[in-house]
């Protein structure tokens, strides 16, 4: 049986939401970020607003900026009821789910407005302003606007806004400001939006507006491995604000797991806090949210121990990588092919041991085309190869991104085999270590699946002096505990995680120290040279 909110009205907005999602690829949803929000979490954001605004809701003016088919409003409806709402407004931007949205809730009196949000909102077309924002904006991520969209929007977001939007910011970030400029003050918005903004750099700029220019009033953020949408793996959080300046002494609820009438942990955590730290999926601090960014100290950091950097993007590795013995067959020249490491699920050991010409004794075992010589030369002196390259252009891969920015189109980036590596993403919650290290052994380069490990200054000098220490160096990278990997990474929907080399280098070198005391006192000492060196460049030699 449907349940008391399952009325009539939404079992048939369920099926033309089914209906519409399958008429679109699962590739062409992702692109345009049609993710639809489940009508029973609608509902229970819906509640929440109702308890926490009271009497300031007395009478409704609500609006959804990327409606949909309405499963806001249908919750609204369900909570409100129709008779404290005295206006509603949706707009959307696909004329399919307008038309559905149209006829579904015209009935009802909401205004349906067909187009892109953020020129409505900023035309002589606007709406009035609402007093309620119930949203899940379009997750569109940053590469899939154009760079003349990104600035009209950044544009926008500063006008109306006051904020400084990052060009790697998705557009539910635009949004989210724009909407909030657009509310009445003293109003309430709910939002439903991926996580990722609480742990990256370009989220800084909304977590101060959200710190200084709203009243945040909570933040729940679901379990990663719960997905609340079955086709979009994201790790999404809600935010509850109130469009005010945050009373002085503020405190904002931190939730975590579970729903919002019954999350599994709670805390409260104040706005200094909040401003002061450079990660929000650390709150609320507890076992099942596995999440300890590296406190900032005196240690030594993986990062002045390593240069990291990702692996290379060949932009197709299916067409540039091969199976060595494929390379053999079609007479490829070994001096256009290097070593490269295979795809961490084929890893079976840490411990990546070499032939003598440097391969690796892993299986697969792969090469990379890797060629600076012109295409006339190629053509000339190599047929075999040029062959082969020809095939490249029936598959469109020369019109790639990456491959379309070389010269020649076949050269890679360059990378020296790393000695030591991490695997960029990876499963594992808890006491689960969600990252490997690989103590690499071979003439391997590895692809963006991992990030490459570079000893560098005293560390380097200690193993070209002492190559017995390279085991050390291994064990204790092992030592790197998954709370402190999660902690500086980030986390997706399915518990899938990430980590940037930034994020790795950030991460408590302490135990190395312990090995090795000499190196934290030369680390220092090269600090303060640089310090020194750099203030007699700002204010000149002493006198």
């Avoid at 945040?216 to 994201?234: K, M, N, S, T, Y």
Wanted: charged residues 25%; aromatic residues 10%.
């Amino acid at each position: 049986m449907p349940s008391l909110y399952e009325n009539d009205i939404e079992l048939r907005r369920q099926a033309i939401q089914a209906k519409l999602d399958s008429s679109k690829s699962a590739a062409e949803r992702n692109r345009l970020g049609q993710f639809a929000t489940p009508f029973p979490l609608a509902v229970e954001i819906a509640r929440y607003v109702d308890s926490v605004a009271g009497n300031r809701l007395r009478t409704v003016r609500f609006a959804d900026p990327a409606i949909g088919t309405g499963s806001f409003f249908s919750a609204v409806l369900a909570v409100f009821g129709l008779e404290r709402i005295e206006r509603a407004v949706g707009v959307e931007l696909d004329n399919s789910f307008c038309d559905a949205a149209k006829e579904l809730w015209g009935p009802y009196g909401v205004d349906l407005v067909q187009g892109d949000f953020a020129s409505i909102v900023t035309s002589s077309r606007c709406p009035v302003a609402p007093n309620l924002i119930l949203a899940n904006p379009p997750y569109v991520r940053h590469h899939h606007l154009d760079r003349r969209e990104k600035e009209r929007l950044q544009s926008l977001a500063y006008r109306m806004a006051g904020v400084k939007v990052s060009g790697l910011a998705g557009l539910y970030v635009y949004f989210m400001l724009l909407a909030t400029a657009w509310m009445q003050d003293g109003g309430y918005a709910a939002w439903l939006v991926p996580s990722e903004f609480m742990d990256v750099n370009y989220g800084v700029a909304l977590k101060r507006f959200l710190t200084d220019r709203v009243t945040l009033i909570r933040v729940h953020r679901f379990d990663p491995e719960e997905v609340q949408f079955g086709d979009a793996l994201v790790s999404s959080v809600v935010l509850v604000l109130r469009k005010a300046p945050p009373p002085s002494g503020h405190i904002v609820e931190f939730t975590f797991a579970g729903g919002l009438s019954n999350p599994h942990v709670t805390d409260f955590i104040t706005l200094k806090q909040l401003r002061e730290s450079r990660k929000w999926t650390v709150y609320p601090s507890h076992p099942s949210n596995d999440r300890r960014t590296s406190m900032v100290t005196d240690d030594v950091t993986i990062g002045e121990l390593f240069r990291i950097q990702r692996g290379i993007a060949t932009g197709n590795n299916k067409f540039f990588i091969l199976d060595r013995s494929e390379a053999a067959g079609r007479g490829l020249p070994n001096h256009c092919l290097k070593p490269i490491l295979p795809s961490p699920r084929f890893l079976k050991t840490a411990i990546i041991d070499a032939a003598e010409d440097g391969y690796p004794l892993v299986e697969p075992q792969l090469c990379l085309i890797d060629c600076d010589l012109p295409e006339t030369v190629v053509r000339s002196q190599f047929p075999a190869l040029w062959d082969y390259l020809q095939t490249a252009a029936p598959l469109g891969i020369k019109d790639g991104y990456l491959v379309g920015k070389r010269s020649p189109w076949y050269k890679q980036e360059q990378r020296a085999p790393a000695p030591f590596l991490c695997t960029y993403m990876g499963r594992g919650s808890y006491e689960k270590q969600p990252f490997r290290f690989i103590w690499n052994r071979s003439r391997a380069i590895g692809t963006n699946l991992y990030l490459l490990l570079y000893p560098k200054g005293i560390l380097a000098s200690l193993l070209r002096n002492h190559p017995e220490y390279y085991a050390d160096v291994f064990a204790l990278l092992g030592r790197v505990t998954g709370d402190e990997l999660r902690g500086e990474g980030r986390v997706y929907g399915g518990g899938l995680n990430k980590i940037e080399p930034s994020e790795l280098a950030r991460i408590s070198a302490s135990a190395f120290v312990e090995r090795w005391p000499e190196l934290q006192c030369e680390i220092r000492r090269q600090t303060e040279l640089f310090n020194a060196e750099l203030f007699k460049v700002s204010h000149g030699p002493e006198t």
